[in-house]
């Protein structure tokens, strides 16, 4: 499951790394609905109703998916660990756990899917871009919006469109969300922003509980 080391061979670092009914509804309704609706956005839409029944479902995450991760490679002890992984890396579901007054980085996500709260609140800052993007180190940013969600509250990711944020815990325990995407989200290469500079890194996060595959992704890469 999500202890650390317990999924570092190959054999246990796809599919379901935690195979309850729960999750294994949403995933099979996601793989059901590639197959039938080729756009984006109506795709991610159709797919609300299975993932609002994940965030109100009780007794499907392990405490071990649910805590901080002081290895972790987000710093700030923010856990990410992953739940489901497409083999191909066309899909994974994930946890990310961001302790009482932590931030996250400010990252991109390269895919679309949908985001929600199962435990705590965050505060979102999304972040638009002002520059045209030909520059692979440097982004112009200001800020879009920002919002507060608790539990079972979600919002989609469609990029290029508001997928730039961090996100913040506001509450008085450390904040778990649920992150369904069409990628590996983790072991693809994405980036961190420093809006203040400019500055944009390179960035691979990393699961918690399963190893990335060797350097297959370049930057940039599309999951
Ligand atoms: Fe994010």
């Not at 317990?6 to 309704?29: C, K, N, Q, W």
């Not at 066309?90 to 996250?104: E, N, R």
């Not at 609140?121 to 440097?138: F, I, K, M, N």
Request: with cysteine; net charge negative; aromatic share 8%.
């Amino acid at each position: 499951m999500c202890d650390l080391g317990h999924a570092h061979s190959r054999d246990h670092a796809y599919g379901f790394l935690v195979d309850t009914p729960e999750i294994r509804a949403l995933i099979e309704e996601t793989q059901r609905l590639r197959t039938t609706i080729a756009d984006d956005a109506s795709r991610v839409e159709a797919l609300r109703p299975a993932f609002a029944t994940l965030l109100a479902a009780d007794g499907w995450l392990p405490d071990s998916c649910a805590r901080p991760d002081d290895s972790s490679k987000m710093g700030s002890g923010i856990g990410q660990y992953a739940l489901y992984r497409a083999e191909d890396g066309s899909l994974c579901l994930f946890s990310l756990v961001v302790p009482v007054g932590a931030s996250t980085p400010v990252h991109d996500h390269l895919a679309w899917g949908l985001v929600g709260i199962y435990r705590g609140r965050q505060d979102e800052t999304v972040y638009q871009r002002l520059d045209d993007g030909s520059d692979p180190a440097h982004a112009r940013l200001e800020v879009a919006k920002r919002q507060q969600l608790g539990r079972g509250e979600f919002y989609p990711l469609l990029p290029p469109a508001d997928d730039i944020h961090y996100v913040s815990t506001i509450s008085d325990t450390a904040s778990v969300s649920i992150h369904l995407l069409a990628n590996d989200t983790a072991c693809v290469w994405r980036h961190r922003f420093e809006p203040a500079t400019g500055a944009v890194t390179p960035f691979r996060s990393g699961y918690a509980n399963a190893p990335c595959p060797p350097e297959r992704d370049s930057v940039g890469a599309r999951g």
